[in-house]
């Protein structure tokens, strides 16, 4: 078997539904999983210009990795952090600052030593929402949190403007997906979607503008472990919409093998809301370049969280209007069998759920109840349940009004479980998250 890193990216998927029933979850009840104690990333108290985004995740059996940043808005950037952890959950090396960013979190992967690698995308080139220029940044770690290299400049990502009643074009770009293999070679991932307006106007109280259409681009970058590149901005998907018709997509999932294949499943989603189109899967060598057809996953539906083991295999999380399942695939698309369907959880929403994959193709499901309560249940590499559902995190009492608004998940080679997630209570927001022991 070929290992495999994988990242998972914050995109969700719009895709056609699956009406099989199959495999149902333990319910909620005592479990061997050993959950550690909390431990906090970061809390503050939200202000005009800074927030808590989501965080990323990656994690080894040498200690894990959470990215994350507090910009509020893209007229006030903001740094992005790494904080670095034992396996246990014990601080290494908290709040390392990377760089100003906008929204988006860093990107960030893991070797099986603990070695990482973040990117993040620097705004100092931008003016303004319609002009969001922006440069991209490598940087790896030892798993002591200490810099490795100097920030790696990967790309310059450009826009142009849109002016009043002119039909132009935008770019804004998305947040960066890495993948790590266990030499430290690494591909960054990072999408770019450009937008035609038709013409702009002013209001009374407000501004606003027609769109023809959105253009979505998906790029990557191959490194060896020295910073020495195979690869630098490639595109490796491209897809169009226009209104009434067409389909638009991103990045749902990418992973380096230790032989340089790189994997990449794309979410396909059509302009015409409900409408199905399948997802796509691309293998490309070292140099990124493509290296055999593609696949097609048709049956995952929208709102689905994909990942991929060291095999290439993919896991999709997803709610089919009444119950959520997991579906598995082969590399090539097919099927691996009955469909996952997951009783006591509540339905699967844009990061209130998580699907952590450990490379030898076990998972974990994550799911966020009332009052902040995390759950979660570990399955085998078939399918079957290994252990009952279980209980990560309590939450807080119901007077401080505390909800989980994003989980993150991820299984190292060993089984151990990582969990983290924001939080937005009376006190403010914050990032917290446990560490589980195994089933």
Same mark, same amino acid.
């Given at each position: 078997?070929?290992?495999?890193?994988?990242?998972?990216?914050?995109?969700?998927?719009?895709?056609?539904?699956?009406?099989?029933?199959?495999?149902?979850?333990?319910?909620?009840?005592?479990?061997?999983?050993?959950?550690?104690?909390?431990?906090?990333?970061?809390?503050?108290?939200?202000?005009?210009?800074?927030?808590?985004?989501?965080?990323?995740?990656?994690?080894?059996?040498?200690?894990?990795?959470?990215?994350?940043?507090?910009?509020?808005?893209?007229?006030?950037?903001?740094?992005?952090?790494?904080?670095?952890?034992?396996?246990?959950?014990?601080?290494?090396?908290?709040?390392?600052?990377?760089?100003?960013?906008?929204?988006?979190?860093?990107?960030?992967?893991?070797?099986?030593?603990?070695?990482?690698?973040?990117?993040?995308?620097?705004?100092?080139?931008?003016?303004?929402?319609?002009?969001?220029?922006?440069?991209?940044?490598?940087?790896?770690?030892?798993?002591?949190?200490?810099?490795?290299?100097?920030?790696?400049?990967?790309?310059?990502?450009?826009?142009?403007?849109?002016?009043?009643?002119?039909?132009?074009?935008?770019?804004?770009?998305?947040?960066?997906?890495?993948?790590?293999?266990?030499?430290?070679?690494?591909?960054?991932?990072?999408?770019?979607?450009?937008?035609?307006?038709?013409?702009?106007?002013?209001?009374?109280?407000?501004?606003?503008?027609?769109?023809?259409?959105?253009?979505?681009?998906?790029?990557?970058?191959?490194?060896?472990?020295?910073?020495?590149?195979?690869?630098?901005?490639?595109?490796?998907?491209?897809?169009?919409?226009?209104?009434?018709?067409?389909?638009?997509?991103?990045?749902?999932?990418?992973?380096?093998?230790?032989?340089?294949?790189?994997?990449?499943?794309?979410?396909?989603?059509?302009?015409?809301?409900?409408?199905?189109?399948?997802?796509?899967?691309?293998?490309?060598?070292?140099?990124?370049?493509?290296?055999?057809?593609?696949?097609?996953?048709?049956?995952?539906?929208?709102?689905?969280?994909?990942?991929?083991?060291?095999?290439?295999?993919?896991?999709?999380?997803?709610?089919?209007?009444?119950?959520?399942?997991?579906?598995?695939?082969?590399?090539?698309?097919?099927?691996?069998?009955?469909?996952?369907?997951?009783?006591?959880?509540?339905?699967?929403?844009?990061?209130?759920?998580?699907?952590?994959?450990?490379?030898?193709?076990?998972?974990?499901?994550?799911?966020?109840?009332?009052?902040?309560?995390?759950?979660?249940?570990?399955? %085998?590499?078939?399918?079957?349940?290994?252990?009952?559902?279980?209980?990560?995190?309590?939450?807080?009492?119901?007077?401080?009004?505390?909800?989980?608004?994003?989980?993150?998940?991820?299984?190292?080679?060993?089984?151990?479980?990582?969990?983290?997630? %924001?939080?937005?209570?009376?006190?403010?927001?914050?990032?917290?998250?446990?560490?589980?022991?195994?089933?």
């Amino acid at each position: 078997m070929t290992q495999r890193t994988s990242c998972s990216a914050t995109f969700k998927t719009t895709l056609i539904a699956s009406a099989i029933a199959g495999w149902i979850a333990s319910p909620l009840e005592a479990s061997a999983a050993q959950v550690g104690s909390q431990f906090v990333v970061a809390s503050l108290t939200p202000t005009l210009t800074s927030t808590l985004s989501y965080p990323t995740l990656a994690t080894s059996p040498n200690g894990f990795v959470v990215g994350w940043a507090t910009a509020a808005s893209i007229y006030h950037p903001q740094p992005a952090y790494v904080s670095i952890f034992a396996p246990d959950g014990t601080p290494r090396n908290s709040n390392v600052a990377l760089g100003n960013t906008l929204r988006f979190p860093p990107g960030v992967a893991m070797d099986a030593d603990g070695d990482m690698v973040t990117s993040w995308i620097d705004p100092s080139r931008s003016r303004g929402y319609f002009e969001q220029n922006g440069t991209l940044y490598a940087r790896r770690y030892s798993p002591a949190g200490v810099a490795q290299d100097s920030s790696l400049r990967i790309a310059d990502i450009y826009s142009y403007l849109i002016a009043l009643f002119v039909v132009n074009s935008g770019i804004e770009a998305e947040g960066p997906v890495v993948a790590m293999d266990d030499s430290g070679d690494f591909v960054v991932a990072w999408g770019e979607g450009s937008y035609n307006a038709l013409g702009c106007f002013y209001g009374t109280y407000n501004f606003g503008c027609l769109w023809e259409g959105q253009h979505s681009k998906t790029y990557a970058a191959s490194y060896r472990a020295d910073d020495t590149a195979n690869k630098v901005r490639a595109r490796i998907d491209s897809v169009s919409s226009y209104y009434g018709s067409g389909k638009n997509g991103g990045l749902a999932a990418l992973s380096l093998s230790n032989s340089g294949d790189i994997e990449a499943v794309f979410s396909r989603a059509s302009a015409n809301i409900g409408a199905p189109a399948p997802a796509i899967v691309k293998s490309f060598n070292s140099n990124i370049v493509k290296s055999g057809p593609s696949a097609f996953l048709p049956v995952i539906p929208r709102f689905a969280y994909t990942s991929l083991d060291a095999a290439g295999n993919i896991y999709a999380l997803w709610f089919d209007g009444a119950t959520s399942r997991i579906s598995r695939f082969n590399p090539d698309g097919t099927s691996r069998g009955q469909d996952i369907v997951l009783l006591n959880s509540s339905p699967v929403g844009f990061g209130t759920s998580g699907l952590a994959v450990a490379p030898s193709g076990a998972f974990a499901f994550v799911n966020t109840v009332g009052n902040g309560e995390v759950d979660g249940q570990y399955f %085998n590499a078939d399918g079957t349940s290994n252990g009952a559902s279980f209980v990560i995190d309590p939450g807080q009492p119901p007077e401080q009004g505390y909800v989980v608004t994003y989980v993150a998940s991820a299984l190292d080679s060993n089984g151990h479980l990582v969990v983290v997630w %924001n939080g937005r209570g009376s006190s403010g927001l914050s990032i917290a998250g446990r560490t589980v022991s195994g089933p």
